[in-house]
């Protein structure tokens, strides 16, 4: 899937389903079709599969900000 796919796909504040690639002290990070976010304040394990929320999304840098769902 592209960006813009996903972009089209997908706003602020829709809930998906990711997994969790990296865990580090001010968050994890999610990985949701092909594109990674990061759930700050957040802790789970590696390989975790979760349902979060999409807080913000950054165009330029092709990644976004998640929180619980």
Not at 31 to 45: C, I, K, R, V, Y
């Amino acid at each position: 899937m592209s960006w813009q796919e996903f972009l089209a796909r997908h706003q602020v504040g829709d809930v998906i389903e990711g997994v969790v690639t990296k865990e580090v002290p001010f968050g994890s990070f999610v990985e949701s079709e092909g594109f990674t976010g990061l759930a700050h304040q957040q802790s789970w394990p590696v390989g975790t599969r979760v349902s979060v929320r999409i807080l913000a999304i950054d165009t330029e840098q092709q990644r976004f900000s998640l929180t619980s769902a």
